[in-house]
């Protein structure tokens, strides 16, 4: 079974903060995504890297995957209370032969106070 | 264009009933898959269907199955309801590329009492 370990799972910080979430494996996975969740709703994709090394930067948030595509972060600058919700890595493994499917971390519950 | 429409949002199903759940994916997606969400577990994979066919499957009992028909749209069904049943059910649709994100429904929010 491939998991995601995402740290940290709970994280209160103050607007205007820096921070930093991790989702480290230790599978190789095709892609590897990120997703925001609001209560009672679906996960929103964020962001897909594919190349190891890769670097994506959404606004404030900056994305990065591992050179051995096992990693990745995601970095938020200055945050805002607009950015609270659950936060989720991804890895996406696709194949012809065993069909596709997405591992999720356990998720980041991010919390910004204003 | 539209997204991920799943119904109904809201179910109550008492102990050994059964349910089926719907997903209509985006347009021109032909791959839908099935995710169960709780406190507890997290997002757990359940199945994935590509072109009416299950091209994947998680480890779930054999209660839980699903199917898909010509024009993409999926069915989950859940026999003999289990109180560890209770959870959000989310459908996905994919162009199923690499490097392709998924669509995720608002999900089906099932509670058995």
């Known amino acids: 079974t491939q998991l995601l370990e995402q740290s940290p799972q709970f994280l209160s910080i103050q607007e205007g903060e820096n921070l930093t979430v991790y989702c480290n494996s230790s599978?190789?996975?095709?892609?590897l995504q990120w997703y925001r969740q609001e209560p009672g709703e679906g996960p929103v994709l964020l962001v897909t890297v594919v190349t190891g090394g890769e670097v994506k930067k959404l606004k404030r948030l900056t994305f990065q995957f591992g050179d051995a595509r096992k990693d990745s972060s995601l970095h938020i600058t200055a945050a805002q209370p607009g950015d609270t919700g659950l936060y989720l890595c991804?890895?996406?493994?696709?194949?012809?032969?065993?069909?596709?499917?997405?591992?999720f971390g356990e998720g980041t519950q991010l919390t910004v106070n204003p | 264009k539209a997204g991920v429409t799943q119904t109904p949002r809201y179910l109550i199903k008492t102990r050994g009933q059964q349910v089926t759940l719907s997903c209509s994916p985006i347009?021109?997606?032909?791959?839908v898959s099935w995710y169960q969400q709780t406190p507890g577990q997290g997002l757990q994979f359940l199945f994935e269907y590509f072109s009416e066919t299950q091209r994947n499957k998680g480890n779930f009992p054999g209660r839980f199955s699903g199917r898909q028909f010509s024009n993409s749209r999926s069915e989950m069904n859940v026999s003999t309801l289990e109180l560890g049943d209770s959870a959000l059910y989310l459908c996905?649709?994919?162009?199923?590329?690499?490097?392709?994100?998924?669509?995720f429904g608002s999900g089906t929010r099932l509670t058995v009492v």
């Open positions: 991804a890895g996406a493994r696709l194949s012809d032969t065993s069909g596709s499917r997405l591992t």
């Open positions: 347009s021109g997606h032909r791959s």
């Open positions: 599978s190789v996975f095709s892609s």
């Open positions: 996905a649709s994919s162009a199923r590329t690499v490097g392709y994100g998924y669509t």
